[in-house]
């Protein structure tokens, strides 16, 4: 290839890459690779408000510019710190605090006093909430519709009080048993000797259910996940179920030899625990009684729970035992000793999968915490009376036990702190019945002073700071039968 040279230039290539008069030959297409240099010839820098590198007297200087440095150093260290707030300059080695005041040496050494700047940098300050427009240079009213923001948020208040009571004759001193239960359609069962009463929430009408044989009695209640049917454990070891709407009996199920202490239902799988130590799984869309049996416990189970997800149960018996199962398999799939006396408390934390709680009786006083996921022991609390009954809340991460010996206290728990939130009073005998409200701000308590009190102790799952005012109307006292 021929080039234009002057008899001076290098003849080799290698010379006239290192020649001085060398020129690089410009090219028409442009040359990709995969690096980005950017080409910052034809940016504006006065647009991002950079310093200007032009002496200071020449005639590109911008008043503008200076007054964004201003506000913008008047926001970072206070208007006192900004050039031209004052004539404050930042601090230089030469000056220093002496007896707690700013100042630097004059030439003669003397002190000259400097009043200290209000910088807003490395200030430490408490503040629960701050407006989006604090750091702003320019003032703004927050007084303004949409620049007001909502005040710090204070403790969620809990009446030590029930809003209602019933009373409730003959409803039994046994921890071993489960006598109340609330529907998802707000109506409440209650086992009150050989008869079971239904008590609407909504409108306080109270109906007759069923009427048992004299020889035997209500061990236990619980309504299916509709709230249509419900499953009657007795005494003689049988297993009823009723249709609540039209107060009929649809089947009465055998099995067990002894009494149905405990009922769980898991959609059409109604599983019952009994004083004969076994669990029996029955499919009410099937002609037999059940279609099988689950062995563990060698003593009698008391307490029965289906997790949310219906993939396990956990059953609590007076072997002291937790034992959780799964539907595939007819021997307990996890086994937890660690309580020290009958585990009836048992509940499956809607909030997070595989959490269990399960609380122990007056020799044990512990409420412990397992995770059938990963099969470990997470923390245990001793609340110093023994557990009767456990519930979570379904709209925040709290729950709620109920006890017995010695207190009859019921406590409310935030999770995972276990810290209390409230503990409220009022049953003169053991708290053993526990149900809670299908809105989930309300539980009611049952105990062998034959009282059920309903207590407002959870909020709202729209509004979860503010007091429900659910049942305050209704407060006062009435009769179940």
């Known amino acids: 290839m021929d080039h234009t040279s002057t008899t001076s230039e290098p003849r080799t290539p290698a010379a006239k890459l290192f020649s001085s008069s060398y020129r690089r030959p410009s090219y028409s297409r442009t040359i990709y690779s995969d690096r980005f240099i950017p080409s910052r ?19 590109s200087s911008d008043d503008t510019n200076s007054t964004y440095t201003t506000l913008l150093k008047s926001a970072l260290f206070g208007p006192e710190c900004a050039g031209g707030f004052n004539g404050f300059q930042p601090l230089t080695p030469e000056k220093f605090v002496s007896n707690g005041r700013l100042g630097k040496r004059d030439r003669d050494g003397s002190l000259l006093q400097i009043s200290p700047p209000n910088c807003n940098i490395f200030k430490y300050k408490i503040e629960t909430m701050k407006s989006l427009h604090s750091l702003s240079p320019i003032e703004f009213d927050d007084q303004l519709p949409g620049g007001s923001y909502p005040p710090v948020k204070t403790p969620r208040k809990i009446s030590r009080s029930p809003y209602k009571i019933l009373d409730a004759p003959a409803l039994q001193d046994d921890f071993y048993l489960n006598l109340v239960d609330w529907s998802s359609r707000n109506v409440l069962a209650v086992g009150l000797g050989n008869c079971v009463y239904l008590w609407n929430a909504s409108n306080s009408k109270i109906v ?129 000793c660690e309580h020290t006396a009958a585990v009836k408390a048992i509940a499956w934390s809607p909030h997070l999968y595989g959490l269990l709680a399960s609380g122990g009786g007056t ?66 005998y053991r708290v053993l019945y526990l149900a809670i409200s299908p809105d989930g701000q309300s539980i009611v308590t049952g105990a062998g002073d034959e009282t059920l009190r309903f207590w407002n102790v959870f909020p709202s799952a729209k509004s979860r700071n503010t007091e429900s005012e659910i049942g305050v109307s209704s407060f006062g006292r009435s009769v179940i039968r």
């Open 41 to 59: 010839s034809s940016s504006n820098f006065a647009l991002f408000g950079l310093p200007n590198s032009s002496p200071p007297n020449s005639a």
């Open 208 to 336: 007759k259910l069923c009427d048992l044989e004299d020889d035997d009695s209500v061990c236990s209640v619980c309504w299916t996940h509709g709230g249509t049917n419900l499953a009657i454990g007795t005494s003689s070891g049988k297993l009823q179920l009723w249709d609540a709407h039209h107060c009929k009996r649809i089947r009465n199920m055998d099995g067990h030899r002894l009494r149905v202490g405990a009922i769980a239902w898991n959609s059409t799988l109604l599983s019952s625990g009994s004083r004969d130590k076994c669990i029996l799984q029955r499919d009410i869309r099937t002609e037999e009684d059940y279609v099988s049996k689950l062995s563990g416990h060698k003593s009698e189970v008391c307490g029965l729970k289906w997790s949310y997800d219906n993939r396990e149960l956990a059953s609590g018996g007076n072997d002291n035992r937790l034992l959780v199962w799964n539907q595939h398999t007819t021997q307990p799939v996890l086994k937890y």
């Open 363 to 428: 020799a044990d006083r512990c409420i412990r915490f397992w995770n059938t996921t990963t099969d470990s022991r997470l923390n245990c609390t001793d609340t110093g009376s023994q557990v009767c009954n456990l519930v979570w809340s379904k709209n925040v991460n709290e729950l709620v036990s109920t006890h017995g010996y010695s207190q009859n206290q019921i406590i409310l728990w935030r999770y995972p702190t276990m810290s209390k939130l409230e503990t409220l009073t009022g049953h003169t």
